[in-house]
């Protein structure tokens, strides 16, 4: 009997073991079903796909900008005054030396008036004052004459008494005091030379100061001129008026910009690039400029060496003639040619992907109703794709739209 219960016990024991193997695997299979229906559903038509392609990568770089003049004048106010005048307007082309604004100032004016009449009494006085020189010098002259006169009238006479004296024919003191005479009158006219001398020195120094005092106020007299001359405001070089800042009436300062002059057939792109993808860009690359209606190529001639607002500022020169209608400020879109990277793969850049990064995408599988999460590790880029170095493979999709809210998941449901 103890042999029929213990058999009877075993039986019952496989099928509990039997019965909770079987509710083990339903919960599985309920877990599995439910899993299943938690994978999310992403609708296609809200997604952009691109597909891996394998060959050349040409990395380029593109940027937004406008034409701009090269080189830019500014002309502006000399002196402050009032806009009496406007002779120009935008766009018209002028050449240099024609008139853009005529100002008007009443105390320039006034100022040219009073240093003119400063100048002429001061020429008047130095007129006088060499007429006076003149006079006295002549007055110097002759009184030097009239020694040299006595001078020469006593000598003959004490050469002429010497030989009456030797004879004794006059008194001795009679020659003496003619010596006497003689000898006083070569003194006077050695006193008259000097004075003369520095009578000439002194007229020469009074006239060349007052000769000073002629060219300073002609020198103002100049200057106040050059001050109303440029009352009329005139473009310096030949060129487009692209902009007038000054309207008839306005009281303008000395230094105020009253107009921008270009020069419109030497005009180059200012494009903006994101600093990432400036720092690998040198002058001399090549550049390719979209106007919305053609293509130009140009090269690279600047890059500015600062980053502002997270862009560089590139220049491009033209390297072919402008197309009619090309003008400063006209936008355009621009692309440069940084470099060609042989037989790799490639993708265009889905979003939030930077250059030497890794981050996960969502791949299609191949009949494209389900996307996994995959890592994958990116290479070098260009504006507007990027290499891939690990993770795909050619031929394979992947989805370019912003996921990062569904990176939770490791797969997605697309439907149509």
């Known amino acids: 009997m103890d042999v029929v219960k213990t058999k009877q016990r075993t039986a019952v024991l496989k099928n509990k073991w039997n019965l909770a193997g079987l509710v083990i695997l339903g919960i599985v299979v309920v877990a599995y079903l439910q899993l299943a229906d938690a994978v999310p559903f992403v609708a296609k038509d809200t997604l952009i796909v691109d597909k891996v392609e394998q060959g050349d990568f040409h990395r380029k770089v593109r940027g937004t900008g406008v034409f701009a003049p090269r080189e830019v004048t500014w002309v502006t106010s000399e002196v402050d005054g009032i806009v009496e005048k406007v002779f120009v307007k935008p766009g018209n082309t002028i050449e240099p030396g024609e008139p853009l604004l005529q100002l008007f100032n009443r105390q320039l004016l006034q100022k040219v008036e009073e240093a003119s009449l400063e100048l002429n009494v001061t020429k008047d006085e130095l007129t006088v004052l060499r007429g006076k020189l003149t006079s006295e010098r002549l007055n110097q002259e002759s009184a030097l004459a009239q020694a040299k006169t006595a001078y020469l009238s006593n000598k003959l006479q004490m050469d002429s008494e010497a030989e009456l004296a030797k004879i004794n024919i006059i008194p001795r003191v009679v020659f003496e005091r003619t010596q006497l005479k003689v000898k006083q009158d070569k003194f006077v006219v050695k006193l008259e030379e000097t004075k003369l001398a520095k009578l000439q020195d002194s007229f020469d120094a009074q006239i060349r100061a007052q000769e000073a005092k002629v060219a300073l106020l002609d020198n103002v007299l100049t200057a106040r001129q050059k001050d109303?001359?440029?009352?009329?405001?005139?473009?310096?070089?030949?060129?487009?008026?692209?902009?007038?800042?000054?309207?008839?009436?306005?009281?303008?300062?000395?230094?105020?910009?009253?107009?921008?002059?270009?020069?419109?057939?030497?005009?180059?792109?200012?494009?903006?690039?994101?600093?990432a993808l400036g720092r690998e860009l040198q002058i001399g690359q090549q550049a390719k400029v979209d106007t919305r209606s053609e293509w130009l190529s140009g090269k690279v001639i600047r890059v500015d060496p600062k980053v502002t607002n997270g862009t560089i500022q590139v220049d491009i020169a033209m390297t072919e003639p402008l197309p009619a209608g090309v003008r400063p400020d006209l936008s355009v879109d621009a692309e440069i040619a940084v470099e060609t990277l042989q037989n790799v793969l490639f993708v265009k850049k889905p979003a939030a992907t930077a250059p030497g990064s890794s981050g996960f995408v969502f791949k299609l599988n191949k009949n494209g109703h389900r996307a996994a999460r995959t890592q994958v590790q990116f290479g070098k880029a260009s504006s507007s794709a990027i290499q891939v170095l690990e993770g795909l493979q050619p031929g394979d999709q992947i989805i370019l739209t912003d996921m990062a809210q569904w990176f939770d998941n490791i797969e997605l449901k697309l439907t149509e």
Do not use: C, F, H, Y
Request: hydrophobic fraction near 50%; glycine fraction near 6%.
């Open 228 to 275: 109303v001359n440029s009352l009329l405001i005139v473009a310096d070089r030949k060129g487009v008026v692209q902009e007038l800042t000054a309207l008839k009436g306005q009281n303008l300062l000395m230094g105020s910009d009253v107009a921008r002059i270009v020069n419109m057939q030497d005009l180059i792109v200012e494009i903006q690039v994101p600093e």
